[in-house]
């Protein structure tokens, strides 16, 4: 099941899963659009609240249905109830961190999870993996992204409450505030600066390598700490268009993932990773990832991706290179 088949990211998913050949029921809360897609792809679907949409005859549900702080807890509840495995693609850090705080209960239920299945946090989790693999005893982790192209509505109202609230790192194993921390940063593009933000990795890198400080760094954001102010920021979300990215867009933007490693010596590897447009990586991950999961293999309990699937994972997504420095 895809649920949240409606939104964006859940219509290029349920999209690119009929174009291989899977029957996805889809399902979500808007009865409308949800038919309407199943009908123009021949498929099943289902409408109801996360909390009471039918699993029955369900083997395994992706969440595409932001903001995952509303989604994730009644739908991990059904599917732990009913034994059904769980993919999501928040990049929410306290839905990431709830998640994985789930852990126990989904072992003794025997499911399997995985949190972070799309771009949030694919790239950045298998990169921080391999690099971790790469210099065993790394107490530090530095990343960067450049995600070119435009936002989701999703995407863009999730991204204004995330961001607006301040950028943060992990120091310790802590979260800590980081206001004005940045650096110049060489992509495959050439070099740029960027600054620390808010992102999955902070939460889900330190479960996946066990590394105590973190940073993820992304291009500035013009303007952004005016929407720390609450009415400002409600307005700027209720002015936000429809849709997402067309089909042009997307082709024409790709995205570059940065990310350096050190241990107490001082010794650093570093790596590189291209790759298709951020939502067009996130339905091909969730996809792949779902695949992986049905075929058996991924043991219960809750993962990141590199956990479930290893850090190579990312290479078998089409267009994507990765590069060891």
Same mark, same amino acid.
């Given at each position: 099941?895809?649920?949240g088949a409606n939104?964006?990211s859940?219509?290029l998913?349920?999209?690119l899963?009929?174009?291989?050949?899977?029957?996805?029921v889809?399902?979500?809360?808007?009865a409308?659009s949800?038919t309407?897609?199943a009908?123009?792809?021949?498929?099943e679907?289902?409408?109801?609240?996360?909390g009471?949409?039918?699993l029955?005859g369900i083997?395994t549900?992706?969440?595409?249905?932001g903001?995952?702080?509303?989604?994730?807890?009644?739908l991990v509840?059904?599917?732990?109830?009913s034994g059904?495995a769980? =993919? !999501?693609?928040?990049?929410e850090?306290d839905v990431?961190?709830?998640?994985?705080a789930q852990?126990?209960a989904?072992r003794?239920?025997?499911?399997?999870?995985?949190?972070?299945a799309g771009? !949030?946090?694919?790239?950045?989790?298998? +990169?921080a993996?391999l690099?971790a693999a790469?210099?065993?005893?790394a107490v530090?982790?530095e990343?960067?992204?450049?995600?070119p192209?435009g +936002?989701s509505?999703?995407?863009a109202r999730?991204? +204004?409450g995330?961001?607006?609230t301040?950028?943060?790192?992990c120091?310790g194993?802590?979260?800590?505030?980081a206001?004005?921390v940045?650096?110049?940063v @060489?992509?495959p593009?050439g070099?740029?600066?960027?600054?620390?933000t808010?992102?999955?990795d902070?939460?889900?890198a330190?479960?996946?390598?066990?590394?105590p400080?973190?940073t993820?760094y992304?291009?500035?954001?013009p303007?952004?700490g005016?929407?720390?102010?609450?009415?400002?920021?409600r307005?700027?979300?209720?002015l936000?268009p429809?849709?997402?990215?067309?089909?042009a867009?997307?082709a024409?933007?790709g995205?570059?993932?940065?990310?350096?490693?050190r !241990?107490v010596?001082g010794?650093?590897?570093?790596?590189? =990773?291209t790759?298709?447009?951020a939502y067009?990586?996130?339905?091909?991950?969730?996809?792949g990832?779902?695949?992986?999961?049905?075929?058996?293999?991924?043991p @219960?309990g809750?993962?990141?991706?590199?956990t479930?699937?290893?850090? !190579?994972?990312?290479?078998?997504?089409d267009?994507?290179?990765v590069?060891?420095?």
């Amino acid at each position: 099941m895809i649920y949240g088949a409606n939104g964006y990211s859940g219509t290029l998913l349920a999209r690119l899963a009929a174009e291989h050949g899977e029957r996805p029921v889809l399902a979500g809360r808007s009865a409308s659009s949800v038919t309407r897609l199943a009908e123009s792809l021949l498929l099943e679907h289902r409408i109801g609240d996360p909390g009471s949409i039918s699993l029955d005859g369900i083997d395994t549900v992706a969440n595409c249905a932001g903001p995952f702080a509303a989604t994730a807890a009644p739908l991990v509840a059904a599917c732990l109830s009913s034994g059904t495995a769980y =993919l !999501d693609i928040t990049g929410e850090l306290d839905v990431l961190g709830w998640m994985l705080a789930q852990d126990a209960a989904a072992r003794v239920a025997g499911v399997t999870m995985i949190t972070g299945a799309g771009f !949030d946090v694919v790239p950045t989790d298998c +990169l921080a993996a391999l690099l971790a693999a790469a210099l065993p005893g790394a107490v530090a982790l530095e990343i960067a992204f450049l995600a070119p192209g435009g +936002l989701s509505h999703g995407t863009a109202r999730t991204a +204004l409450g995330e961001l607006g609230t301040g950028a943060l790192r992990c120091v310790g194993g802590e979260l800590v505030p980081a206001p004005g921390v940045s650096r110049r940063v @060489p992509f495959p593009s050439g070099v740029r600066t960027v600054t620390a933000t808010r992102w999955g990795d902070l939460v889900t890198a330190r479960h996946s390598t066990g590394i105590p400080d973190i940073t993820v760094y992304m291009p500035a954001v013009p303007g952004l700490g005016v929407l720390r102010f609450g009415p400002l920021r409600r307005l700027v979300r209720a002015l936000l268009p429809a849709g997402g990215p067309s089909a042009a867009r997307r082709a024409a933007n790709g995205c570059e993932v940065w990310a350096e490693v050190r !241990d107490v010596a001082g010794t650093t590897r570093a790596a590189t =990773l291209t790759g298709p447009n951020a939502y067009a990586l996130t339905a091909a991950a969730t996809l792949g990832a779902l695949q992986r999961v049905r075929a058996g293999g991924v043991p @219960p309990g809750v993962h990141t991706p590199s956990t479930a699937l290893g850090g !190579d994972f990312v290479r078998s997504l089409d267009g994507v290179e990765v590069r060891l420095l």
